[in-house]
């Protein structure tokens, strides 16, 4: 069982929908982030969060460290929002600079 | 601008060929990573790098080489041991080693092909 699950793998919306994107994890973490990765392959990076809340712009990520469960909601969403998003863990006591374990993404199409 | 620079974006490997995918960094970042990409499945790490001059496995080491010489540099050969090399592969680096997490910065990433 992959430790990093993403719900949906795909999501195909109308432009100005309300999206949600949820993660779960079954590990320990001390953060956990959220990737944007384009059609060409290039990946960036949106938020790494261990509590709470973070805004920026139209995206919103939230992480309950106790249920273990992280959601990227993406608000008033355009036709350039559709990426695969992906969610990754840092898993607490993995060592120092050990990289992350990744979800399988989400594949998000907005059509106008 | 400060950035992670992957080259070649496509490459092409015969068989029993190794290939070297450069990655470069000038973030004046400590750690390096490489991942591998297959479809329908998540980034696997195959090498990190904490600091210069040290490295180690991922989860999916065999078949791959890596050097860490110069803080900037961290190139990643796909030696004729990897049976099935095709796929996207990514390099990210993030600050440091002794922060428990960290922004990691990626590459536009390398898709390689066996021919």
């Known amino acids: 069982k992959n430790e990093v699950e993403q719900s949906p793998q795909n999501l195909t919306a109308q432009e100005g929908e309300f999206i949600t994107i949820n993660c779960s994890y079954s590990v320990g973490i001390s953060a956990l982030h959220w990737l944007q990765q384009h059609p060409g392959g290039g990946i960036v990076s949106l938020f790494m969060?261990?509590?709470g809340k973070k805004k920026h712009g139209r995206l919103i990520a939230t992480i309950n460290i106790q249920e273990k469960h992280s959601s990227l909601h993406i608000t008033a969403s355009h036709p350039r929002d559709s990426a695969v998003y992906i969610c990754a863990v840092k898993v607490k006591g993995g060592g120092g600079a050990d990289g992350l374990t990744f979800g399988k993404g989400t594949h998000l199409i907005i059509q106008p | 601008d400060g950035g992670i620079t992957q080259s070649p974006k496509y490459l092409f490997r015969k068989e029993g060929q190794n290939v070297t995918l450069s990655c470069e960094q000038n973030?004046?970042?400590?750690?390096m990573y490489w991942y591998r990409q297959d479809p329908g499945q998540g980034l696997r790490l195959i090498y990190y790098s904490q600091i210069v001059n040290d490295f180690q496995k991922g989860d999916i080491a065999e078949g791959y080489s890596v050097s860490r010489e110069k803080k900037e540099s961290f190139p990643l050969t796909v030696t004729s041991a990897q049976k099935n090399p095709t796929a996207f592969y990514l390099c990210a680096s993030s600050l440091g080693w002794a922060l428990a997490a960290d922004i990691q910065y990626f590459g536009a990433g390398t898709r390689l092909s066996v021919l």
């Open positions: 973030l004046n970042h400590d750690a």
């Open positions: 969060l261990s509590s």
